[in-house]
């Protein structure tokens, strides 16, 4: 693949100093919302036990309760990318945090499964209009091809500490104090960018002709490099956020283990992936970025693998652990990387319009990543148990979603719970697909460096 030239960019006319501070005021505030979108999506995840207990849901409004974020996110992100282009990021990003706090108490305060998705819905209004203007504003705010590395870098790696910081702290606050704790961890973080924003009235301040285009989608389309940068982003993300869900559903559903031991297992994906985009960052001034996307996508591989052994039988926790390492580092080389491929594969004037895009895509694989693996569970499922008489949709839903009390009565637990398992193994086989066409489209776009974007 074409390693992206710098778009041309025109900060705002400012003495050096200030856009200097400008230019940290806006990174930080895109690391922090980055991270705290990350969050959202892990802290969900971690919940959904408690929040299938207490509500009492099938597999499906499981899937719902994440993916009313995701598609209220990714419904908003071309409009409002294509807006930030000709009106700024900075009011918009003002107004993204605000509805984000706001949807994200409404979660909190949900007593029934209808208002925690509206309030989720609204949570994903928020982060379509932090998406669409933070990332576009570092290809902006930054001038230096070299900067822009280490800023893409930095923002991958938020989105690292997101993930972490969202499997650690929603174990301890859901053992503690419930599920409605966990969703409440992102809020003081968005809190946090605003005032940022707030404080340093050069952030996200960028006089750009980009602000004043109308570029139409087409322009996107025909970026070659751009469109194999949303398939790899498509390939990796739903792989990638498939383990969040699933490996801590048979943490608990198969091994028996509370959200605290959980959250504390899923740090040995979540640690690489903090520290990896930082690292890519240096690594491809060395190596060819073919090189290091494939190398991302077979060391994730390496870690389904391992992952597919553990879960074979009785739970190797060693092999686990090291599956979810090879997994984390894996995906870490590829998140901030593939950010970096995309948002500057474009000029200045689609900024905006390529990052919401971008994130569109992403976000596409977020859906993915809980249906594909959820449809051959279920399918799994419902092929072993639904001859058995008394068994219903909704209770295969259930096994599905790892209750096997439901058929406690019928006295087929350990069919459920083999079943549950065998599920999970061809899930894993699912992902594995995905990633070796991962491997393939790097492959592709290796032989593609020579195109013009």
């Known amino acids: 693949m074409t390693f992206p030239s710098s778009p041309d960019t025109a900060v705002a006319d400012q003495a050096p100093c200030n856009r200097n501070r400008a230019a940290l005021a806006t ?3 895109a690391c922090a919302t980055m991270g705290g979108i990350a969050m959202t999506i892990t802290a969900a995840s971690i919940a959904l036990a408690g929040v299938q207990s207490e509500l009492q849901l099938g597999i499906d409004q499981l899937q719902w309760v994440l993916n009313s974020f995701i598609v209220s996110y990714a419904l908003l992100l071309l409009p409002f990318g294509a807006w930030s282009d000709r009106r700024g990021q900075r009011p918009l990003f003002v107004w993204g945090a605000v509805v984000f706090v706001i949807g994200a108490a409404v979660a909190v305060l949900a007593r029934d499964v209808t208002s925690l998705m509206a309030g989720r819905a609204l949570q994903g209004v928020g982060a379509a209009l932090l998406t669409a203007t933070a990332p576009a504003a570092l290809t902006l705010a930054f001038s230096k091809e070299a900067d822009r590395k280490r800023a893409f870098g930095y923002l991958g790696s938020s989105g690292g500490i997101g993930l972490a910081l969202g499997a650690l702290l929603a174990g301890a606050a859901s053992s503690r104090f419930g599920w409605r704790a966990a969703l409440a961890l992102p809020i003081p973080v968005m809190i946090a960018a605003l005032a940022v924003v707030c404080c340093s009235p050069g952030a996200l301040v960028v006089h750009a002709k980009s602000q004043r285009a109308h570029v139409p989608m087409r322009a996107l389309l025909e970026n070659r490099s751009f469109m194999l940068s949303c398939l790899l982003c498509l390939l990796f993300t739903t792989v990638w956020v498939a383990l969040f869900i699933y490996a801590p559903l048979h943490m608990q559903a198969v091994d028996g283990l ?13 640690l690489p992936a903090l520290v990896m985009p930082v690292v890519v960052s240096r690594l491809v001034l060395v190596f060819k970025i073919s090189a290091v996307l494939i190398g991302g996508f077979l ?15 009785a739970t190797s926790r060693a092999i686990e652990l090291a599956a979810l390492v ?16 995309g948002l500057t594969a474009v000029p200045a004037e689609q900024a905006g319009l390529a990052s919401g895009a971008f994130n569109v895509v992403r976000l596409l694989g977020d859906i993915l990543a809980a249906i594909i693996p959820g449809a051959v569970v279920l399918h799994v499922v419902r092929s072993a148990l639904a001859s058995h008489v008394g068994i219903t949709g909704e209770t295969l839903s259930q096994i599905a979603a790892g209750d096997f009390v439901v058929v406690e009565h019928l006295g087929l637990t350990v069919q459920a719970r083999a ?19 991962g491997v393939m489209v790097s492959l592709k776009g290796r032989e593609a460096r020579a195109s013009p974007h």
Do not use: E, N
Not at 258 to 270: E, F
Not at 425 to 431: E, K, N, R, T, Y
């Open 299 to 313: 060391t994730i591989a390496a870690g389904l693998w391992c992952m597919h052994v553990a879960w074979s039988g």
């Open 419 to 437: 079943a549950f398992v065998d599920g999970m193994q061809w899930a894993i086989g699912a992902l594995l697909a995905l990633t070796a066409l």
């Open 27 to 29: 990174l930080i505030a």
């Open 326 to 341: 090879l997994c984390g580092s894996g995906a870490g080389a590829l998140y901030g990387l593939v950010d970096y491929i």
């Open 258 to 270: 509370d959200p605290r031991s959980v959250g504390a297992l899923m740090l040995a994906l979540l």
